[in-house]
């Protein structure tokens, strides 16, 4: 099956150009400008999460099925990918300053509170971070923060199972040009169960949730 997930990752990032024209395309090319367009052009497919905002969306196959934030240069980002009961995925993001740990916390817990009986508790969700890094003799490691544990420990009141979590850092420092800073879930319309999930500096990973 041919997957119809858009393809909104860049294989070589553009350089900055002499020809303004040129680099206004570079700008336009990068995935959180080509969803803002989408959502401007009457896209109701996708949902877009502002910073010091967090957000669900029901994902079904002829709605939303993509969830974004972007603009991340130092904030954490926190994803959460839950089945509800109809059978679909339930998706939540935030995006928080790193100084407003308790601020996306509080967030975060509105979001499952209203969901709270609308989810399939049997599931056990995803859980992804990403969050500001820094290279460590030669490895690129998360910036130590307590927003890991504080999320993990509240989503455990929610989910007793557990759930599978994954940190991604990304770097602050010496980024290139046109650089995307936009952390994106898209999920298959044709079969919900693939998620591509598009991190800062359009590091892919494709999952299949099983649901």
């Known amino acids: 099956m041919v997957s119809k997930i858009l393809n909104l990752t860049r294989t070589v990032l553009p350089k900055i150009s002499a020809n303004s024209k ?48 972007d603009a991340l240069n130092g904030c954490n980002s926190v994803g959460i990918i ?8 339930l998706a939540i993001l935030s995006h928080y300053v790193p100084t407003n740990e308790n601020g996306q916390i509080d967030a975060i817990r509105r979001q499952l509170d209203t969901y709270d009986s609308f989810i399939d508790k049997n599931f056990k969700p995803k859980l992804f971070f990403n969050i500001r890094g820094f290279s460590d003799y030669g490895k690129f490691e998360p910036v130590p923060s307590d927003i890991v544990e504080k999320v993990k420990t ?18 602050t420092k010496g980024r290139c040009a046109f650089f995307s800073s936009a952390n994106i879930f898209q999920f298959d319309p044709s079969d919900l169960n693939k998620l591509k999930v598009t991190n800062v500096g359009e590091k892919e990973n494709f999952i299949d949730l099983k649901i």
């Open 22 to 69: 040129e680099n206004i395309a570079n700008i336009n090319s990068m995935p959180e400008m080509v969803l803002s367009r989408m959502i401007k052009n009457g896209d109701k497919s996708i949902v877009h999460v502002d910073m010091n905002h967090c957000a669900a969306a029901r994902i079904t196959p002829s709605g939303i099925n993509t969830i974004y934030t």
């Open 82 to 89: 839950a089945k509800s009961k109809d059978g679909n995925p």
């Open 154 to 171: 509240l989503i455990s009141k929610y989910f007793p199972i557990g759930t599978e979590t994954s940190i991604t850092p990304y770097p």
